[in-house]
Every structure is written in C-alpha cells, then in structure tokens.
C-alpha cells in the first residue's frame, strides 16, 4: 500500500475527539482546553506532580524484559492502584506487584515510537508480517523457558536497527515493502495511545487527573543515546508518531513537528523534551547539524523554540554535571553513572561520560552561541522522570525500589545482579514539578512552554524561585510572596528585564520539605556567566546550614540530626558585571537518607560480620516463606557460600547515603543590546 494512502487512512483512524474526517479526507479542528475550567483555580500557580517519561509493554525493550502491563495499567498505577511486575511464573502469574505511595496529577507516557507497529504485527495472526522470520523470534524469546543468550540475540537484531548511523536508519525486515505492514499496524496503536489518554483525562471541573499523549522518539546512532519524549498539549495529534526510521535527524523531527502539528491549524501543539545526554559520548550538545554542517540561525531557533526544557535526571543518571568540569562541586557527584553510551549501560561496561554531554556545559556554549547567532539553543528549563519500564510512573521511593527494567524476567536478554532488582548503578529517577494554574492540559503545558518548571530526585519538596531588580530583604517573611515575586520580576524560567540603573538581580528562593520525607538542609544558587569568552560558575549558598551535621545510620536507614522544615533566602549577586551574560538555578538539598541499595541490604538484615545468617538462612528454610529471585543464588547443601549480592551489601560499589535534591529552571540575564 502506498504510504501516502496509509497516511490518509491513519488520519482518519485517529479519535474522533481529535480530529473530524470528511470524506475527501479533510479534517476539522476541534476546540482546545480554555484556562480556567477547574474550580481548582489560582491565577498565582499551584505545584503539580508528574512523570513523562514511561513504557509499557508497547515499547520493544520494555516487552522484551518481561513488562506486560498496558498503558491502561500505568494510568491505573498513578492514581494509586498496584499492578503486577515481572517475572511472571510458567503459568503466568506474576510474582511481585507495585504501588506507587501517592498519586500523581499529570503524566505523558513515552513508548518507543520505532516498535509501535513491529510489535502489533507480530503479534497478530493476521497480518501479513506475522510469520517473518523476525516475528517468529520474536515470540520464541516470550517462552517462559527462553535462552537468555538466544533472547539477546532477537533483541539486538531488532532493536538494534536503533543504533545504525541516520543515514542507515530503516525499519526491520518483518514490516515488509515500503515499511506499510509497520505503518499500517503502527497508526492504529497510536490511535489507541490517543484514545488511552484521552480516556482518563478528567475533563469534569475537578481536574483531578491530566493526561498527555506522546511517544519517544529513539535516535542512538552506534549507541550514542539522542533520544527526545515528543509531547503533545491534547488530543490533536500528527497522523504518525514520527521516529528514527521516519525522520532520522531531529530537525528534521522538528520540521515535521512544526509543519503537520503547531502550523497545521489542527489546534495541535507540541515540544520535545531531551533526556540523558549523559550516555552521548558528548555528542548530544555539539554545535553542528545533523548534516554535519554548523549551526545556522534557523537551526538554533527551532531547537530554542522546539526544546523549552530538558531532562536533568532519570532512571539512567542525572545529567547537571560531572565533578571537577568547570569548577570544583562536590554535589554534582550525585547519581552518576559509570557508562558513556546506551551499550555500556546495558552491558555494565565501565567507560566514563563525556563532560561535553552534561547541562552546565551545554548552558555555557549555549550563551556563546547566541553571541554569535542571536539565539541559545540549550536555555532549557529543567524536568526530572523516572524512565521506568515497567509501566509504573512516579514509582521513585528509594525504600521500595523493584526496578525500572524489567528486573528478575528469566528470558532478560540481560539479568540484573544478584540479590538487586536493577543494576546497582540505576536509581528510580526523579520527579516533574510544574507551577501551573490549574490540573489541566492547558495549564500544564503552557507551564512546560514558559519553563517553569522544576525537578526531583524523587521527593515532593516545594520549590519556589523568582528573580528581578528590586525586591525586599523581608520578602521570605511575605504572606505574599508568590504575588510580590511575579509583580517585581520573573519566576524560575524566565528572562530577567533589562536592568535599571546600576543594581544587581536578585532573587528569592522558597523551600518546603516533602511531607513525606526528611528535612531540608540548604538552598544553593549556581550561576553561570561569560567572562570574555571564558565560561565561569560558582555556587553560592543562599539559605540552610551545609554544616547542620545530619546523617543516616546505614545500619537502620534511620536519619540522625536536625533540619529544617522550611527554607528561604533573598539572594542578591555580588560579582554581578552588567557587561556579561549570565543565568542562575537553585539546587535544593535534603538531609542525607539511605539509597536503595542500602535500604535494601538493610532490609535483607545483611551481616557482614556473620554473612551467612539471615537472609541465606532463610531461604533455604521453606518456613520463611520467601518467593524472591536472589533466593535461587543461594546454594543450601552449602549455606556459607556467599552469593554475589552480600558482597555487594558488605562493599558496596556505589555511595550507601546519597541527598535528594531539586533543580529549578534558571532565570537568564542577557546584556543589553
């Protein structure tokens, strides 16, 4: 079938409350969200929680590692239902199940559009692609008894199509001539993501639940992760979920976008969202195109204007900064993950990242560049998410961590370590926070589009930052202080005015602990600047006591010490040059808490003392009821031999006490003129 015939059906195959189809195939626009339909509505902004950056078994690798739960299960699970995680037994029980501890108000689920149609014509008996050699694979690595070796190999055969060179970018085999068996089954799954969404979006006025349609768009050329999250503002979606293999330069995603989307009068909006430019070996903020050519004025507007924010930190590391890069930052130590690329991820191959791939070098060139071209492409604000796939969005509590890869699937085409539910490197990623004026799609997304935004490590700690020229050093102490910090400047995201007369900026930051969670330890301002042609950062301290002397008792999780509940501080530069470009985000730390890792040797009840009490002695005690997968390790003709995981819990080889934290969008100063 022609693809321009399959492009006039798959349009009309989308909702019907996204678009109306004529019969000459011409489509009529349907009336959008109009702010303030929620009673919940505060013209100063509110915070709401979510996640948008998740898989279910609709993407490849996800299905591959054993995740069988639907997107209607991952809408189910952010409003506090449990759903099962793998490994699931022979008869296809599953063996464990997950909960999130509290609901999130807003999600975009992000499945790999690449495999959206390879995995629905594999799947079914009637299409023509069905018995390919690749599909029949394919269904052979879901056996329960499938070899791992042989699971891997049908993994990289298909998947790997991800990490040719875009000039090489194609579809499998099994999607047949002209890729149509593919596109075809692919535009009804992505009618269904729509129509999924669309579903449990509360449109009633209590707003209880926003929901986004998107896809992950998974360019990795030779493993190289340039992946971006395309995410729709509603129901008004482009006819496909353009990938690699359709679009293999992101411009020209981008182009795409902008053309069959935001121009198309459709009432369609869309942005992209970046995300772990730490495994891109550097490439991810080069300043080159696609084509290899340098970076035009065009191409540095559309990035701006395409990519408001970034993702500084997920299940696959945090992307802010190494240590030691630019200045000496102790804290951009934090969950940072020992591998360069996507395949030394997944192979545990150690191999340093590229400092070039991190966002405090991306915001340095990127002030550079708008010297030159007029425009910053990289003046991202800042998200966080979890990358889970496992179909469980939000899913971030270091004390009940499963993992977010398919974690104990016996067909894995790679098994995580022993007695760990995920390689130990891994975290459970982090959190969105948008200050919006109401849960609802225009709201949040427009909050996306003005970058005020901010990011977890995982707690719901409230952040707030504004910037301008003259606010008072009582403002902490302000009932108002939302509506003086709006009326006197900007809030975290935007561009401070040009400055009048001869003051600094200043700025004002707001933090309150997670309820749920331990006390605050300190506010931190990091600015940036050009000095010349010299990028410089310094981190400042604007509120809290780094000396506070909390800790964690590692052999109970238990935190030690004092904190504060709340912070605030009124910050005003003092090596502030009026001549240089310059920004300013707030980092905002808790007090130190158990990592995962820990909590989970904690909860083993690990001795290393006596290492062979305890838990190996329980699983060989059928008494004790355990069902858990390290238990299989776990020799009982010879109790006292240690299986990989307790010297894991006895020397461990990531840090056993990290600090959560939150990153807020910068506020940008550019010179006049």
């Not at 992505?190 to 926003?210: K, L």
């Not at 307790?646 to 959560?660: G, K, L, M």
Request: proline letters at 9%; charged letters at 20%; one cysteine or more.
């Amino acid at each position: 079938m022609p693809r321009s015939l399959l492009l006039c059906l798959a349009l009309c195959s989308l909702p019907v409350a996204a678009v109306g189809c004529g019969s000459d195939g011409s489509t009529s626009p349907v009336i959008p969200d109009e702010l303030g339909r929620c009673a919940d509505f505060d013209e100063l902004r509110q915070v709401y929680w979510g996640d948008t950056h998740i898989h279910t078994n609709l993407s490849f690798d996800a299905n591959m590692q054993g995740t069988r739960t639907s997107p209607e299960d991952a809408y189910a699970f952010t409003q506090g239902e449990p759903i099962p995680l793998q490994p699931y037994d022979e008869e296809g029980n599953p063996t464990r199940m997950a909960q999130i501890d509290r609901p999130l108000d807003f999600v975009m689920l992000s499945d790999h559009a690449e495999f959206l149609g390879t995995l629905a014509v594999c799947n079914d008996p009637n299409s023509p692609g069905y018995d390919s050699r690749q599909c029949v694979d394919y269904r052979a690595a879901q056996e329960f008894d499938a070899d791992p070796g042989e699971v891997a190999v049908v993994f990289i055969d298909i998947n790997g199509h991800t990490a040719a060179g875009p000039e090489n970018a194609h579809y499998p085999a099994l999607c047949g001539p002209g890729d149509a068996f593919c596109l075809e089954a692919g535009t009804d799954v992505w009618a269904e993501v729509v129509n999924s969404a669309e579903a449990v979006y509360d449109r009633s006025d209590s707003c209880q639940f926003t929901s986004f349609p998107g896809y992950e768009w998974s360019a990795g050329p030779q493993t190289k992760n340039l992946h971006r999250n395309v995410m729709f503002k509603n129901e008004n979606v482009t006819v496909l979920p353009y990938n690699y293999f359709d679009e293999p330069y992101v411009e020209g995603l981008w182009a795409r976008l902008q053309e069959e989307c935001i121009d198309a009068g459709t009432g369609c909006d869309t942005l992209t969202i970046p995300h772990n430019s730490n495994l891109s070996e550097g490439i991810y903020f080069e300043n080159r195109m696609g084509n290899g050519e340098p970076f035009t004025a065009e191409y540095v507007a559309a990035r701006n204007a395409m990519e408001p924010v970034i993702e500084i930190y997920q299940h696959k590391g945090v992307s802010e900064c190494l240590p030691g890069e630019t200045i000496s930052d102790e804290l951009c130590g934090f969950e940072i993950i020992p591998f360069s690329n996507l395949a030394t991820t997944n192979l545990e191959v150690i191999s340093p990242p590229d400092p070039r791939g991190f966002l405090r070098a991306a915001y340095g060139d990127g002030m550079k560049l708008e010297e030159s071209l007029g425009t910053n492409p990289f003046q991202y604000g800042i998200t966080a998410a979890t990358d889970t796939h496992t179909s469980a969005p939000g899913f971030v509590a270091e004390d009940d961590f499963k993992g977010h890869g398919g974690a104990g699937q016996p067909n894995r085409y790679l098994p995580p370590p022993e007695g760990f539910p995920d390689i130990e490197y891994l975290s459970p990623g982090g959190l969105t926070a948008v200050w919006a004026e109401e849960n609802a799609r225009e709201a949040i997304f427009s909050a996306f589009r003005r970058k005020e935004t901010f990011g977890t490590s995982g707690p719901r700690m409230l952040v707030r930052m504004f910037g301008g020229w003259d606010y008072p050093s009582d403002l902490c102490s302000a009932e108002d202080l939302a509506s003086q910090g709006y009326a006197g400047g900007v809030p975290m995201g935007g561009n401070l005015s040009p400055q009048p007369g001869s003051s600094a900026p200043m700025f004002v930051v707001s933090a309150k602990q997670d309820a749920m969670g331990v006390p605050l330890q300190r506010i931190q301002i990091v600015k940036g600047w050009l000095e010349g042609d010299e990028y410089q950062v310094h981190v400042y301290e604007a509120a809290g006591d780094p000396n506070n002397g909390a800790s964690v008792d590692l052999a109970t999780c238990a935190p030690q010490g004092e904190g504060f509940g709340d912070l605030c501080g009124v910050w005003q530069d003092p090596d502030f040059d009026p001549t240089e470009r310059a920004y300013y985000y707030a980092r905002v730390m808790e007090n130190p808490t158990c990592r995962w890792t820990t909590h989970q040797c904690v909860e083993k009840s690990y001795d290393c003392e006596n290492p062979s009490r305890d838990i190996d002695m329980d699983c060989c005690d059928p008494s004790a009821g355990l069902n858990v997968a390290w238990c299989e390790s776990i020799d009982c003709t010879d109790p006292d031999r240690l299986p990989p995981a307790d010297a894991r819990c006895c020397v461990p080889r990531v840090e056993p006490a990290i600090q959560e934290r939150a990153w807020t969008s910068p506020i940008w100063y550019k010179p006049p003129g």
